[in-house]
């Protein structure tokens, strides 16, 4: 706090700034606490949830992004455990017959999908870190 070294300011009355600006300070932090919390309960209430479509989130499989999960559930793969029995040539095929190009990272979407299916996501990151090694810092 400035005032604590100001000249003219006793000792006292350095302390009792303290103790007025702690006070403030605690009475602040609660407000904001308060002011957030009934923020979330806003948001929450203002936001209804989004309709969950059946089946799983294709889109947490690095390389399939909306577009392409849109193909995928056109083709009738809507969970991890389809995705991870499928064929490389039956997703090639799903990809073309809409409209989309092949992807690079298509042979590994069924070993993504194992873990996913598994709910080893622990597994899953270990996986994307073979297939993406950190670079080496010099």
Known sequence: MALAYAEG?????RGALRRAWSS????????????GYRLLAYLAALKPPRARRAGDDLT????????TAQALHAAGFTTYAQLAK???????????AAGRRGASSLPTW???AA????????GL???LRTLFPK???R
Do not use: H, K, M
């Not at 300070?25 to 308060?34: F, G, I, V």
């Not at 947490?60 to 577009?67: A, K, L, N, Q, T």
């Not at 873990?115 to 622990?122: F, Q, S, V």
């Open 9 to 13: 300011v006793s000792a006292a009355r």
């Open 135 to 137: 670079p080496e810092v």
């Open 86 to 96: 499928a064929s490389l040539e039956d997703l090639r095929r799903a990809l073309v």
């Open 24 to 35: 403030l300070e605690a009475r602040l932090n609660r407000t904001a606490e308060e002011v």
């Open 115 to 122: 873990y996913l299916a598994a709910g080893d996501r622990l």
């Open 125 to 127: 990151a270990e996986y």
């Open 60 to 67: 947490r499989i690095w390389g399939i992004g909306p577009s």
């Open 110 to 112: 069924p070993q993504q």
